[in-house]
């Protein structure tokens, strides 16, 4: 990007970039503030940022931001209905491993993986699972991108 073009306001990566420097800005703030490590820290500010600047539109924002709000307390019982009784059944009908029930579209252990991956995915359908998850991997590599970015700004800014 040159000197004389602006970034796009209503782009992702725009929305994301603002929102993570003044959660970074607030962290740095209040450093003793929290127990946790650093590291942990910047993750939470940057999953929740990303899931800010999406809104809640995607159901994997709406989970970020559920998981971060209960401070990533995730009890067994706060799963979702429809998930236990899957389970229930699969036990009872399959002999406990869902990973050996293939289904026509391939195999059904490999997308209750993908469910445990995208936030949210758990209750999800497949079709619905795979928007969710292409959106998903969007938004990781554009907060991956803007991290590289940022630390290359910071890495060549002489510091006084």
Not at 101 to 130: A, W, Y
Request: glycine residues 6%; contains cysteine.
């Amino acid at each position: 990007m040159t000197a004389q073009q602006s970034p796009n306001p209503s782009s992702l990566r725009t929305r994301f970039t603002y929102r993570f420097l003044r959660a970074l800005k607030e962290l740095n703030k209040h450093r003793s503030a929290t127990s946790w490590p650093s590291y942990r820290r910047v993750k939470v500010a940057a999953d929740a940022s990303m899931a800010a600047a999406v809104k809640s539109r995607r159901a994997w924002t709406r989970a970020v931001l559920r998981k971060i709000r209960r401070g990533h307390r995730s009890p067994r019982w706060n799963r979702p209905l429809a998930t236990r009784e899957l389970r229930r059944k699969i036990r009872r009908n399959h002999g406990g491993n869902p990973r050996k029930i293939r289904g026509s579209h391939g195999d059904f252990g490999q997308t209750n993986e993908l469910r445990k991956l995208v936030p949210g995915g758990e209750s999800m359908e497949i079709s619905s699972l795979l928007g969710e998850t292409a959106h998903y991997i969007k938004c990781l590599s554009t907060q991956v991108q803007v991290m590289r970015d940022l630390v290359d700004l910071y890495s060549s800014t002489p510091t006084s």
